[in-house]
């Protein structure tokens, strides 16, 4: 029996913004295919969860930025393929949505503003598991030019969440560096 485009759509998890986000990113169309088989994995093991986000962390190498984590995000689950495009290795963290620790490493790039091409960005954190479980291993995500707004966007939502004083901090470290920048120490032009 042959299955329409949409069973495999739907099978897959995949949505249109996944697709443009691995346009956006310009990844290779054997690398989209072997993230369209992971994400079918996760479906398969979690048929009644959604994905609500993916994320590319990816090594600099040449010049480029070379795919080397996929992390798929789900309510409370966070699913991983290490060296994805060349193994299969997955890590699977049940979580309570709690951050544990959190570090943000930012290269030419503004947290707060859009990312340049040679903006670059790294976050490591911990989060806290389910209780009678063990995720405080450290988990290292790496972005090169736009990925670094898609990885902003990925800590804002899922380790952040909306509220935390966490964000809050970092707008207000924002908003003092713009007025040392554009005023000087004393505050005068």
Do not use: W
């Not at 979580?95 to 503003?113: A, M, V």
């Not at 909306?162 to 560096?177: F, H, N, V």
Request: charge should be negative.
């Amino acid at each position: 029996m042959c299955r329409s485009e949409t069973e495999i759509e739907k099978e897959t998890n995949m949505r249109d913004e996944f697709e443009n986000y691995m346009n956006e990113i310009q990844l290779s169309e054997p690398i989209k295919v072997k993230i369209r088989e992971i994400c079918s994995l996760f479906s398969s093991l979690y048929p009644n969860r959604a994905i609500e986000d993916i994320f590319v962390s990816q090594q600099q190498r040449a010049g480029a930025g070379v795919p080397d984590t996929l992390a798929l995000f789900s309510e409370g689950l966070l699913f991983e393929a290490l060296r994805f495009p060349n193994e299969d290795i997955y890590q699977i963290t049940h979580y309570e949505g709690e951050l544990l620790f959190l570090e943000i490493r930012l290269r030419n790039y503004n947290f707060l503003d859009d990312a340049a091409p040679n903006s670059s960005m790294a976050i490591t954190f911990s989060l806290i598991g389910k209780v009678g479980t063990d995720s405080s291993r450290e988990t290292v995500y790496k972005a090169l030019g736009s990925n670094c707004d898609h990885l902003r966007r990925i800590c804002e939502k899922h380790l952040l969440h909306q509220g935390r004083p966490e964000l809050d901090i970092l707008r207000e470290i924002k908003a003092s560096t713009d007025c040392l920048r554009d005023h000087g120490p004393d505050g005068n032009t």
